[in-house]
Nanobody, 129 residues
Framework: QVQLVESGGGLVQAGGSLRLSCAASGRTFSSYAVGWFRQVPGKEREFVSAINWRGTNTYYTDSVKGRFTISRVSAKNTVYLQMNSLKPEDTAVYYC??????????????????????WGQGTQVTVSS
C-alpha cells in the first residue's frame, strides 16, 4: 500500500508564492516518477508538472512554465512544487500522483492521469485577486 500526502496549500494573494509537498510512504519502489495535477469544480483534472526518479527530467504545462518549479529529495521520498507569481487562475485542488517504474513511454506520457498508479487526497490552493 502506498500513501501520498500533499501539504502546503492555502490562501495567497496574486503574485505570491506557495510550496507544495508530496510525501510518499508505504511500499518501496526501485524507481518512481511523481506528477502534480490540479482540478477545479466542473473541469477535468489537468497536468501541471512531473519529475522523473533521478530528478534529471522535469515537465511543465505551458501555463506554469517559468513560474513553477518541481524538485525532489529522494532520501525523504518527497517531491516539492514551488509556485511563484501565482495567479487567480491557478486556484484549484492540487494532487500529486506516483507511477512506478518511472519510465513513461510515449510522447506526453507523464501528462496523462492514466499514467499514474497512486494518488494523494489533494490540497486546496486559492489565489485571490
Amino acid at each position: 500500500q502506498v500513501q501520498l500526502v500533499e501539504s502546503g496549500g492555502g490562501l495567497v494573494q496574486a503574485g505570491g508564492s506557495l510550496r507544495l509537498s508530496c510525501a510518499a510512504s508505504g511500499r518501496t519502489f526501485s524507481s518512481y516518477a511523481v506528477g502534480w495535477f490540479r482540478q477545479v469544480p466542473g473541469k477535468e483534472r489537468e497536468f501541471v508538472s512531473a519529475i522523473n526518479w533521478r530528478g534529471t527530467n522535469t515537465y511543465y504545462t505551458d501555463s506554469v512554465k517559468g513560474r513553477f518549479t518541481i524538485s525532489r529529495v529522494s532520501a525523504k521520498n518527497t517531491v516539492y512544487l514551488q509556485m511563484n507569481s501565482l495567479k487567480p487562475e491557478d486556484t484549484a485542488v492540487y494532487y500529486c500522483a506516483l507511477r512506478s517504474p518511472d519510465y513513461c513511454p510515449g510522447y506526453g506520457c507523464y501528462e496523462l492521469n492514466s499514467s499514474y498508479d497512486y494518488w494523494g487526497q489533494g490540497t486546496q490552493v486559492t489565489v485571490s485577486s
